[in-house]
């Protein structure tokens, strides 16, 4: 795996797109969008309905957050691996990490900053982060109508989109303080369906395209990385890429960084259609349940797997 190269994302423009697929503009977003994710697993989506002065209210509450002492982050806690407080890590010392789970379900965002702020909760913050978030996810259900269309698997688009809910993780890399280059998050694929990805203006993703190399992901002002998860490139059967991805941190400024990631929801089984299996495109994966996924890429087993989906259930 070579280091860094010059080469960049697709970027694919939504500022533009209504809501109606009979239109010309959809329909040659949606083959942008379908070509960047066989190729990339990722770009960048440029997409301004979301307001800068909402961009930056939501940076400056995850900073806050991150403030708080060890212990009262602590708290956040979920029965799912890596959906509570993740940090102290000897392996990468700059990370650190907090999660809303079903965090576009009412209530939630409040409860998650009760918790956080006992005294008199933070309904600045909470506010924030549930309007973000929102506005965001029309974001995530528009690329995987696309999707589900280029496909041609419109019956089974209603089934597909109510088979998620949201987490919302936030995290914090440390400054490294030094001209060296540490990394802040180990390489990975995600496992969800689809991450949508925002970050204060200090850059350190890092996206492996097909041959090798490292792409910088670095969004502007108005747009957001969008990335393929493992769940999608399993009920695709491989059509999609999932890329891994990692961040490397420099200089003396810490990174904030907010993901959206559509996840199935426990107990749903993904299994890919039947239309996209054929002799060319054998089926990949045994139908699975995410959760308990989960469960296994998170043992000593799953974590030495170099494969993991395909060891859990690989067809
Ligand atoms: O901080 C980022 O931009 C990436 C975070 C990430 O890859 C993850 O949480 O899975
Ligand atoms: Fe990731």
Not at 206 to 232: C, K, Y
Request: net charge negative; charged share 25%; proline share 6%.
């Amino acid at each position: 795996m070579g280091s860094e190269s010059c080469m960049k994302l697709p970027v694919i423009d939504f500022s533009n797109l209504k809501q109606d697929s009979s239109t010309p503009t959809w329909a040659s977003t949606k083959a942008q969008v379908r070509a960047a994710l066989e190729e990339y697993g990722c770009f960048e989506a440029v997409f301004d309905q979301i307001p800068p002065t909402l961009r930056q209210s939501t940076i400056d509450g995850i900073k806050q957050l991150f403030d708080l002492p060890l212990q009262t982050k602590l708290r956040n806690r979920s029965n799912k691996p890596y959906h509570g407080y993740v940090g102290q890590y000897p392996m990468v010392p700059l990370y650190e990490s907090l999660g809303i789970e079903d965090a576009l379900s009412p209530g939630k965002t409040d409860s998650f900053s009760n918790l956080m702020w006992p005294e008199d909760g933070n309904p600045t913050f909470s506010k924030s982060i549930e309007s973000f978030s929102e506005q965001l996810s029309e974001l995530d259900k528009v690329v995987r109508r696309m999707v589900v269309e280029s496909l041609g698997l419109e019956k089974y688009m209603d089934e597909h989109m109510e088979s998620t809910d949201y987490l919302v993780r936030v995290q914090k890399y440390d400054a490294p303080q030094s001209a060296e280059t540490k990394l802040g998050l180990t390489s990975h694929t995600d496992k969800n369906i689809v991450t949508i990805l925002h970050q204060n203006e200090v850059e350190g993703l890092e996206v492996l395209t097909r041959d090798g190399q490292w792409i910088a992901a670095d969004p502007s002002h108005n747009s957001f990385i969008v990335m393929i998860g493992e769940s999608f490139f399993a009920w695709t059967n491989g059509r999609l890429h999932a890329p891994y991805h990692r961040v490397m941190m420099t200089g003396e400024e810490a990174r904030y960084s907010i993901g959206l990631f559509s996840i199935p929801k426990s107990g749903y089984i993904i299994k890919a259609p039947e239309e996209l299996v054929e002799d060319e495109h054998p089926l990949l994966f045994n139908p699975f349940d995410h959760v308990e996924f989960l469960d296994f890429y998170y043992s000593e087993a799953g974590q030495r797997s170099p494969a993991a989906l395909k060891a859990y259930c690989g067809a």
